[in-house]
């Protein structure tokens, strides 16, 4: 199988202007989580989303959202981009969303810059 | 708020000796604790796990010694090699404030250097 893939790998953007960045869940895999991980710091829950529908949201402002697809694909947008949303956005996938213990695997990430 | 502690932020340790690092944590719901690796330019990887029903977890040069008194917890890299080069990450599930399930709440994490 293959891992989680995350789309695309670099992505500079000047502040106001938004941002797509997408994920595609290892195969089985139905629940999607985004996180942010600011240089120096651990991951951030912004997201999750399981059968198309928002499970949970970080402490995040509404610029931004994201969205699942009916194949557990997903997508995060990022509206009126500042300086401080610069960070490694990564996806995580897992088989359920209840469990504590179920196992997220992580994707290598979309590093956005913004000037 | 900082759910888990992580310390050191750097770790420089010769190849061949024990790669020590420690979290904290406070909420006693806690019910599994997993460490992450990650790699420059990759996305972190579950390296190994424990939950609190066990004191110390091996596999292979990788222990995680677990103290439920004291919330905290540690992992060990036996015999560390320039391979285990890394930044590696405690966590714990929790439910965030809005959320409805288990998300995992990071440690700052630690700097590994291991030099020839």
């Known amino acids: 199988d293959a891992g989680v893939t995350q789309s695309p790998t670099h992505l500079i953007k000047t502040r106001g202007q938004h941002v797509t960045l997408r994920c595609s869940p290892i195969s089985g895999h139905k629940s999607v989580s985004w996180y942010q991980q600011v240089l120096g710091q651990g991951p951030q829950f912004i997201f999750q989303y399981y059968e198309k529908e928002e499970r949970g949201r970080g402490n995040f402002p509404d610029r931004f959202s994201a969205r699942q697809f009916p194949n557990y694909s997903s997508e995060l947008n990022v509206n009126a981009l500042l300086l401080g949303d610069s960070a490694l956005y990564l996806c995580a996938a897992r088989r359920s969303w209840e469990s504590s213990t179920d196992t997220q695997y992580f994707g290598p990430g979309t590093r956005l810059t913004v000037l | ?116």
């Open chain 2, 1 to 116: 708020q900082q759910q888990v502690k992580q310390s050191p932020q750097s770790l420089i340790v010769q190849k061949g000796g024990i790669s020590i690092i420690n979290c904290a944590y406070e909420n006693t719901a806690f019910d599994y604790f997993p460490w992450y690796q990650q790699f420059p330019g990759k996305g972190p990887a579950l390296l190994i796990a424990i939950r609190p029903d066990v004191s110390e977890k091996k596999e292979g040069r990788f222990t995680i010694s677990f103290n439920k008194s004291a919330k905290q917890f540690s992992l060990h890299i036996m015999d560390s090699q320039p391979g285990d080069s890394a930044t590696y990450f405690c966590a714990a599930p929790m439910i965030p404030s809005g959320a409805g399930s288990y998300q995992l709440t990071f440690g700052k994490g630690t700097k590994l250097s291991v030099i020839p």
